[in-house]
């Protein structure tokens, strides 16, 4: 077991457990609302299964009070910041500033619209090529204790926790 990797063992019900080896961190999961899949397709409500690089993280909270904390890039969301799920966009599966980017998508997830979920969360980079319709805006993130749409949820101190540890080169498996 190599323990930079977090585990997401799925379970049924849309629940699955996250373990941390490497900093003893294991806990109850939530996953999509359809369950988990090899099989990516955009809209799905099903959470990927499959070894995944971790990108970016955001939240709600000042770049100046994360980023002492971070190993990792940390963004703070705003108004401005979506994630382009429109498999017609040159954007598809990236997050975009709007006043920085000329707007060619008719669907986005406004990040700010979802404060508690998006206090703390973490790129699942399932799609890194952004290949359209195979998957967006897959995130370990917080949760309110209900199944996702296909990101992988955990409690807020738990996610508090993680987003401060991951590195680099933390990997996720999900099985």
């Known amino acids: 077991m190599d323990e930079n990797v977090i585990y997401v063992d799925v379970e049924e019900n849309s629940q699955a457990t996250l373990t941390f080896p490497k900093y003893?961190?294991?806990?109850?999961a939530f996953i999509g609302e359809n369950g988990a899949s090899t099989i990516m397709k955009e809209g799905n409500?099903?959470?990927?299964i499959g070894t995944f690089d971790l990108g970016i993280a955001m939240g709600t909270h000042s770049e100046e009070e994360m980023k002492?904390?971070?190993?990792?890039?940390?963004?703070?969301?705003?108004?401005?910041?979506?994630w382009v799920d429109d498999i017609k966009s040159k954007y598809y599966n990236q997050l975009v500033d709007i006043t920085?980017?000329?707007k060619d998508w008719d669907s986005a997830e406004h990040l700010i619209d979802f404060p508690l979920e998006y206090e703390y969360l973490v790129d699942i980079k399932?799609?890194?090529?952004?290949?359209?319709?195979?998957?967006?805006?897959?995130?370990?993130?917080c949760?309110?204790?209900e199944p996702t749409l296909g990101c992988v949820g955990v409690s807020r101190d738990i996610m508090e926790k993680l987003i401060q540890v991951i590195d680099k080169d933390t990997k996720m498996i999900i099985k």
Request: charged share 20%; net charge positive.
């Open 24 to 28: 003893n961190i294991k806990t109850k």
């Open 45 to 48: 409500g099903m959470t990927p």
């Open 68 to 82: 002492p904390k971070m190993k990792i890039n940390y963004i703070q969301i705003n108004e401005n910041h979506y």
């Open 100 to 102: 920085k980017t000329e």
């Open 126 to 141: 399932v799609n890194p090529e952004n290949i359209p319709d195979k998957g967006s805006a897959i995130f370990l993130h």
């Open 143 to 145: 949760n309110n204790c």
